[in-house]
């Protein structure tokens, strides 16, 4: 009898493994996990004041405002750094890094389609570059609607701080932003 049941629990077990099949690869298809958002130092002609506000137990919004104090335009630099979570721990720096030119256009590039959507959750007059000097607030933008950022689509599963800067000719930094995220497997649960 006892045998019989074992039988019965071994087959049940990999009938339903088959279906559910889920690799444990390194790197795949991913969904973020927004962990934090905050200012870095700066010279804050840039300033945001950004935070996260649970609406619900499965909805997360972005809210709160940026302060131009200059126009945001092609004249400034943007430069991007991805820092991973090491696997014993500290941030390393440098897995992604782009700088470019035209900060406005190249940040509208790397949004991508989420570009239009901040724009319009900040009511922002002109979606296109520059924008132009004054404080722009949000009631709130469902973290599902920034899921659809121009950045590679399969990447390596874990922790990230990504640390975007604005700067003038003199390097100065004039906004700095840090957003920390997590890739997880698309059917993994946010922990």
Do not use: H
């Amino acid at each position: 009898m006892i045998m019989k049941v074992f039988v019965v629990i071994a087959f049940l077990s990999l009938s339903n493994s088959k279906s559910n099949f889920m690799p444990n690869l390194p790197l795949g298809e991913y969904r973020i996990v927004f962990e934090k958002f905050y200012s870095c130092e700066s010279t804050n002609v840039f300033q945001n004041n950004l935070y996260f506000s649970k609406k619900s137990l499965s909805e997360t919004e972005l809210k709160g405002n940026y302060t131009y104090l200059l126009p945001l335009d092609d004249t400034y630099t943007f430069d991007l750094n991805v820092a991973s979570w090491g696997s014993i721990g500290g941030w390393k720096p440098n897995s992604i890094v782009y700088i470019a030119k035209n900060a406005c256009s190249s940040f509208k590039k790397v949004l991508g389609n989420v570009w239009y959507t901040i724009i319009k959750a900040f009511n922002v007059t002109s979606n296109n570059c520059p924008i132009q000097a004054g404080t722009y607030m949000t009631k709130g933008i469902d973290l599902k609607e920034l899921d659809n950022l121009n950045m590679p689509k399969v990447y390596f599963y874990g922790k990230y701080k990504v640390t975007y800067k604005i700067r003038n000719e003199e390097k100065d930094v004039l906004g700095c932003i840090v957003l920390e995220i997590t890739l997880i497997r698309p059917w993994e649960k946010p922990f």
